[in-house]
């Protein structure tokens, strides 16, 4: 969009924040001159956060409203060690985005102080309506925590029965163990009990794979209530989402998630290359394809691909789309490409027209 204002004629100042586990190092730059005002270190326990929000005050002007409209605060992993000073800073009065993805010259130097520089810089010439707004509001941060969480219980879950499977698989325990257990063999097996007639060795794999379907059976319990909890989070904030076939609990969760609140994504192409389904254009000469794009929220990709596939197996409409797709020669992986994008456009669609937003 041709003279859509860009920040360095917006703001008078950008501060860029390079954030690690222990401490986060900040850049003050001067959109004028594109010159280093200040650069600092603060360790990352509240009283370091706070002195260095004091810090961003102090030398950015005294905190009036109109001095906080001149400053943006572009902040490294906002979803993970930037979170605290994230929601600090956008607590103060100050627009919190999403540092760009740094853009390195081959043979320059990297330190705290460069990769802050960076993520300050990286917006110079960023339109306004390009700005990725760090996420907000309870909703979002508690999505996030469950889907966190969800994640380490299924991925725990997956090693506990490769484990239980590679030790059925070892010793003769009774079970058919040529495919992997299933959830009621799990079951049986949590409530076997040491026999006396067992070899020692035999003795330690039966406990060892008691102690294991245990854990197994837990963790799905555990499950169970993450998906409940989420369940009941998307109906309270837009249970119409639900409505859209192919989205369940988990799925529903990430989009509203990754859309956090209205001005977050600009437009329908936005939230597609946020979820990395947006198609990258390879042509040259003759030559004339899309290949497959690998950035973005990995996640949210993750989600739109449960979407797309539980739509060609269960969805007429789609299942009409692939059956003619099929027949133009395309493969099942670039049917699903497609799809993806498709998903991508609905649902913003959808979120845009209810006005989603965050308490």
């Known amino acids: 969009m041709t003279g859509a204002p860009i920040v360095a004629d917006t703001y008078l100042f950008v501060v860029g924040?390079?954030?690690?586990?222990?401490?986060?190092h900040y850049a003050i730059i001067d959109t004028r001159t594109g010159g280093i005002v200040d650069d600092a270190e603060f360790p990352t326990n509240t009283k370091g956060l706070l002195r260095a929000a004091?810090?961003?005050?102090?030398?950015?002007?005294?905190?009036?409203?109109?001095?906080?409209?001149?400053?943006?605060?572009s902040i490294e992993g906002t979803r993970s060690y930037g979170a605290q000073?994230?929601?600090?800073?956008?607590?103060a009065g100050y627009r919190v985005v999403d540092a760009p993805s740094p853009k390195r010259e081959r043979g320059t130097g990297k330190n705290d102080t460069i990769d802050a520089v960076v993520a300050a810089r990286?917006?110079?010439?960023k339109r306004l309506d390009q700005l990725a707004d760090a996420r907000a509001g309870d909703t979002s941060t508690t999505l996030q925590i469950l889907l966190t969480a969800r994640a380490a219980m299924t991925s725990e879950r997956t090693r506990m029965v490769n484990a239980l499977n590679a030790l059925l698989r070892t010793h003769a325990?009774?079970?058919?163990?040529?495919k992997k257990v299933n959830r009621p063999t799990i079951r049986v097996i949590a409530a076997w009990r040491v026999r006396k007639s067992d070899t020692l060795a035999l003795a330690t794999a039966r406990a060892e794979a008691i102690r294991l379907a245990?854990?197994?059976v837990a963790l799905d319990s555990e499950v169970d209530a993450n998906e409940q909890a989420l369940l009941e989070m998307v109906?309270?904030?837009?249970?119409?989402?639900l409505d859209l076939p192919g989205l369940g609990p988990t799925t529903a969760a990430v989009v509203l998630a990754a859309w956090s609140h209205p001005g977050r994504v600009r437009d329908e192409a936005a939230f597609a290359k946020l979820?990395?389904?947006?198609p990258l254009e390879v042509a040259s000469g003759n030559r004339h394809e899309h290949r497959l794009n690998r950035t973005g929220d990995r996640q949210l990709n993750s989600a739109f691909h449960t979407i797309a596939s539980s739509r060609m197996r269960h969805d007429e409409r789609t299942r009409d789309y692939v059956a003619r797709r099929t027949a133009q020669g395309l493969s099942k992986r670039r049917i699903r490409r497609c799809l993806k994008r498709y998903v991508a456009r609905e649902i913003y669609r959808h979120l845009a027209a209810e006005g989603v937003d965050n308490p």
């Open 122 to 125: 990286g917006t110079l010439h």
């Open 17 to 24: 924040v390079d954030t690690h586990a222990a401490t986060h």
């Open 214 to 216: 245990t854990r197994v």
């Open 235 to 241: 109906t309270d904030t837009h249970a119409s989402l």
């Open 173 to 178: 325990l009774g079970v058919d163990a040529r």
């Open 275 to 278: 979820a990395g389904v947006s």
């Open 85 to 91: 000073i994230a929601a600090l800073m956008a607590q």
């Open 54 to 73: 004091a810090w961003v005050t102090r030398r950015t002007g005294e905190p009036t409203k109109g001095d906080l409209d001149r400053v943006l605060v």
